[in-house]
Structures are given as C-alpha cells and as structure tokens.
Nanobody, 123 residues
Framework: QVQLVESGGGLVQAGGSVRLSCSASGRTFSSYTMGWFRQAPGKQREFVAGISWGTDNTYYADSVKGRFTISRDKVKNTVYLQMNSLKPEDTAVYYC????????????????WGQGTQVTVSS
C-alpha cells in the first residue's frame, strides 16, 4: 500500500519558518515528480512547489518563489518543503503528492496524496 505522510505543520508567527516533511512508503518515488500543494479555507487546492525525478529540477508558484525551497532525500524516500518569511496568506493545509508526469503542477496528474498538515501563520 502506497502512503505519503506529511509532518511538521503548526502555528508560526509571520516572518517565521517551518519545514514540512513528506515520508513515502510502499514504493520508491525516485522516478516520480513530487509536489507540494495547499488549500486554504474556502479556496481551491493550489500548486506550491515541485521537484522532478532524475535531475531534481525544482519549480515554484510565483507566490512562494524566493521564500520556499523543495528538496528530496531519495535514500530516505522523503521530500521536504522549507518555508521562510511566512505570511498570513500562507495559512493552509499543505499536501504532499506524487506524479508520474515530469515537472507537473496540475492536480489531476498526481496519483498519490498525503492526508495534509495544517500550517497557520499568525500576524
């Protein structure tokens, strides 16, 4: 059974930092694009960051570029999202996901999803 489990969320003040982790089990995701998405209350789920298989190219939504960094540890089968300079508008449930599509930011192309972890940024 494939599982993606996020951790590391919580309450942080504006300007602070949080690192999210996504631990994958059940298969090796080294050949998958791994992505982070988020969903704020009353809003649609949106792409945040992704990291491709093979070359580990990274790509980001404009709203987080320069503040967030995605990385992966293929040995540990874990993906990270380092979030710096957090803003109240970053408040959301953050989801980890895996896609067989190279460098995809489209929700429908992601095959596996975690349960999400809440990040709340206070002003």
């Amino acid at each position: 059974q494939v599982q993606l489990v996020e951790s590391g969320g919580g309450l942080v003040q504006a300007g602070g930092s949080v690192r999210l982790s996504c631990s994958a089990s059940g298969r090796t995701f080294s050949s998958y694009t791994m992505g982070w998405f988020r969903q704020a209350p009353g809003k649609q789920r949106e792409f945040v960051a992704g990291i491709s298989w093979g070359t580990d190219n990274t790509y980001y939504a404009d709203s987080v570029k320069g503040r967030f960094t995605i990385s992966r540890d293929k040995v540990k089968n874990t993906v990270y999202l380092q979030m710096n300079s957090l803003k109240p508008e970053d408040t959301a449930v953050y989801y980890c996901a895996a896609s067989r599509r190279y460098m995809s930011s489209t929700i429908d192309t992601y095959d596996y999803w975690g349960q999400g972890t809440q990040v709340t940024v206070s002003s």
